[in-house]
């Protein structure tokens, strides 16, 4: 089937088996192998990319059903030489190890720091119609989608915390 | 994955397509596609259908089918007046898949039974008849409430139990013309002699909404008990919307997860309670008559003390039992 | 030229000495910019034209015969072939070197890889394996079940000193207990995958494996060809820990897939495949007993396992490995069985042996202390040998009692109370500690290192970098020795054409494949103490300049081309005349809920002593490993067979727990300072292994200073806390 993506801002127009999923897409079909297979379905979070604007594995999504919606992948951030905040903190901090997991972490996180921006809650937040805000304990909770194996969980925390104000997310205790 | 065929429906009459499988989010269906434990020969993508809103309806709240899970947990009104079920939907799966999970889906998921996972294995919701290696084998995630002697299998979804709690009606667009507005226990059908039949959806029918009443006076929460802190299916959860008025309780709804094999909800439990001074003692009674008939299978006994230590904890927080 | 060392006696603490400051430095990783862009390879990542993609079939039945029909799938679109040739039963347990069990048409245990489905696409093989229709003969004498009935293989040479059972009828106080742990999966983020291509004779496999050294001839051997035709290119690995020591079964099913069709092949296993055809670690059942005397010191230890395995594996987990070395008594006893079953082969996890082990003596140490009525570090402490209590080597270093007490203070251990007396709402509050031990290991180890004039420099070796920091420490290495800028040196790792190092597992990477770069670069050092008219020891290299007697002069001047040494380092006397171990202490704080049962890890500290450390952020992220490891070990994870077919019920992600973000808190390292004059010319250590060593058993003594709950079945899962709760 055709269909186009639009692919870190630029369109991409695919023929495409119907079985083929969105990260096989990226992966196979557009050689942007940055997004990893780490299981194929849904149950590690290395896969994570921005499907318009939000996070989501793209193992479990097929690819004819994005037909003109905009996708991010890590290839869109930043480049070696040319990091993202996020990307940058991730080094400085040792937020990876083997660095498997490490695209759809950093995917993930930016699609959760703009969750945060929009003020929603997660499971550990204490009171559901406050605003929450950037704690440890938020950060782990919603970045829990991701698994790293090497257990490089303390670094990741670290780099996003650092990265946060950066990526245009300011905390809320910090800035009262 | 077998192959399909692919159809983006633009219209509800092109959703009603008897020959197809509905994909919305696609977050189960395609993970048991991939397994060839689901084989449709023909998808029918109904996400650009006008179904993504969450409105206020005469007596409620009417959610779209496709609201994602994200949405619905953190829209405000349900924050608000409906926190059971923002609750619920926070502790289940992750941030990334409750983006791409939408409402009508999460009532269709099916269970991770995992002799169901396992082609190799027979499976009597996979192929009716074929025995049930769960009933002797690695049962420890699965149910002990509703089973029958061909299935033992849960239902995973955590929104469901919520909703259950809450009274939610499912409104059914039918193949044939005409919608149904469903009880949830209308909806869900037991396993009994073919539990590979789970709901009274038919080829090309199409889930368009979930209503739910007003907001329900009273204490709201979710209690999910699971292996890990998160990203895990419930080994036991309790919805429950209690309140008390002059030191008795005057409402009580409760619904149970990973105990059976739809959201489980036994009125006769709250019946024990309402009217009632709360207390450890009026607890143990509602448990005794929500357990009365509950079976394990050896590596899930433990979910029938787990589950009742859980209630009543749920219930002494909700009525300010001291425990 | 190469410059050799057997490490038959102390070196000089050289690195100690050199000035450029770029060792012991918590420098990032230089290859982390490719892996946050997402632009390392890895294996599954190579494209190569007129490439094939193959999915593997897997038996579904226990044990029998098989036949695969071919013809019921070759009409299906994009069919390239089914094939079954050399197919090995299950990865290769690490530092084989040779094939793997082929079974030819037999069937061992269910998900055994029995045939790989080629086509074209990856969808295409992936339904054609499904679809491919198999002729199983059962057979009806399979063992799944690691019960009396299940036949045993006994370590005849298990040793036996003095009188354990005297010892435990005369001790004023002992701990006589069975401890059980369920099966680990690495489960390493990274499916094992393989991109087989052949030109000629010559193939080329791109895979992601840990020991290249080994593997080539694995695969070699596994398809009977010459060990110098095989080159196998692994230049970043998704996590290994262990998984990965051994080829693994797609590499053949790749080869053989793609000499058949004369063109490229790939095979990315399923995760399914993961965790049915590699390697898991065994589980085990462990009778531990402990005696003592009035005062707390120990006269006997007693360690016994039972564990299961697929015949001719010839592996056993080395549940004891620890409990030899770590405390004294004069007493021991030790056994291991190993049933033989029809289940996925057992073979190395992270620290086999301590991993599970660990769990069990550390456990027992807690409750004879609190018999005993003796604070567990006080414990502890008064049982550390003088000497290795069996064969009486003496110790290249010790750093337990350090770890315990300095961890203590910076842990806060004085504010731990008596068990259920720290309650915050509905959760118990509890601290536990436990020691750590992992054994040091040194292999033979080769390096080629490339000094250029204009201060730049090459290391090359076939060592791998599985998130171990091998990219940052070699360099760092190389850049201390030859006073050049860490960021000047590159580092090539990952292909079997270059200089053989020692593979990454064993915790043994940093001290082998490191010394090797040391001894290389020190080979250099010689050549520019000459050319600079100054003996060896003088030389001083800092910031690309050489000083030594009273010359000073750039690199530059001194050198008129490259100047390349291979260093060559072969373990020696040293390894015999010492007994060498990492040691550490573990604490932890938990939370245990009083209804459910559920445990969170609040903290936890890990007090580590491995010699020289050379990175502080890589080691901290290594211990950061072990701790959640623990963490996994303690509460969350373990295989379920089922009990009639031996298949891994949870054979995915979903269901097999490993720790996520979440179940993490704050976690702590600290790393006493230490240099192993025996371990190598480096003075380091292993920490790998030592920082999951004993982690898990600190988090479920905490359990019991918590609530009062006993942990000796593991996992530690609610089910296994809220019965014993009021």
Redesign the interface.
Known sequence: MQITLTVNGEDRALDV?P??TLL?AL??HL???????????G??G?CTILLNGRRINACLSLAVMHDGDEIT???G?????N?SPL??A???N?G????????GQ?MSAKGMLAELDMGWPSN?SADLTDIPDLTR?E???R???????????????QAIEDAATEEGMTKREAAE | ???FDYVRASDAAEAHDTAGRIIAGGTNLIDLM?H?IETPSKLVDVTRLDMHEIAPSDDGLRIGALVSNSDLAAHDTVRRDYPVLSRALLSGATGQLRNKATTGGNLMQRT?C??F?????PCNKRQPGSGC?AM???N??LAVLGTSDQCIATHPSDMAVAMRALDARIEVARAGGGTETLPMDDFYVLPGDDPSVETVMQPGDLITAVHLPSAPTGHQTYRK?????????A?VSVAAVVDTDGGKITEAALAFGGLAPRPWRDTDVEQVLLGETPSDALFDKAADVLLADAKGHGGND?KI??VR??L??VLADLTGVTR | MTEHLKMDQVQPRLLDETEQGALHAPM??P????????????A??W?LDGMAEGFMV?A?ITKGRFKVDASSVEDM?GFLGVYTDRMVRNSAQGTAGTNPVQPGDQVQY?GQPIAVAVAD???QA??IA?ALKVEYTPDDDAHVVMDDSATYEDDDDALDQGDLDAAMADAAFSVDGMWTTKPHN??????HATLAQWDGDKLTVRSSLQMLNYNKHEIADSLGIDVKNVRVLSP??????GSKLGMSPECVAAAVAAKALGRPVRV?L??NHVFETIVLRTETRQRVRLSCDAEGKLTGIGHENWQANLPDEGMAEPVDLATHLLYGGENRRYGQHVAMLNRPASGSVRAPGEAVGMLALENAMDELAEKVGIDPIELRVKNIPDRHPENGTPFSSHGLKACLEDGAERFGWSQRQAPKARREG?WYIGMGVASAARLNLLMESRARVTLNPDGTALVQTDMTD????TYAILGQIAAEMLGIPAEKVTVELGDSDLPEGPGSGGSWGAASAGSAVFLGAKGIRKKLAERLGCGADELRLQDGVATGGNNRRPLAELMDGPISEEGHLEPGQTDDDFTQSGFGAHFAEVAVNA??G?V?VRRMLAAMAAGRILNP??A???V??G???GIGTA??EGI??????G?V???????Y????????G??DVMFIDERDDQANPMQVKGIGELGLSGAGAAITNAIYNACGVRVRDYPA???RI??HLD
């Open positions: 088996d079985r083929v096989d992966r196979e050689n942007l192998t940055g997004s990893k297979k780490g299981c194929d379905h149950q590690c290395a992948t890590i290839e951030l930043g480049q070696p030489g990091l990307q940058a991730f080094v400085q040792d990876y190890q083997c660095g498997y997991c490490t695209p950093i550990v304990t950060i782990r909770e970045m829990s989608g991701n698994l790293c194996r090497c257990s490089a969980y303390p670094g990741i925390c | 994955m077998k192959p991939k060839q991770r995992p002799y996972y396992d082609t190799a294995q290696p002797a084998g690695v420890r995630i008990v699971r292996d890990r802190s998160s990203y895990a299916f080994l433990f003390p787990l230590r859980t009543k904890a | 990032p990783r290859e982390g910019p490719l892996k946050v862009t997402g632009t390392a390879t890895y599954a990542e494209k897997r579904g679109p269910l696409t990856f969808e992936r339904d499904l690495s489960a390493a983020m990274e499916p970043y690995v998704g996590g290994g820990f990315v399923h995760r509905e599985i998130g171990t920091g209804v459910t559920e969170r952020k890589t901290q992220s290594q950061w490993g701790q959640i490891w509460l969350t379920e067979h089922d009990p009639r077919t298949h019920v949870n054979n995915d992600l979903a269901e727990h490993v720790p996520v973000n979440l179940d993490v704050d976690l899962t609610p089910d809220f019965p």
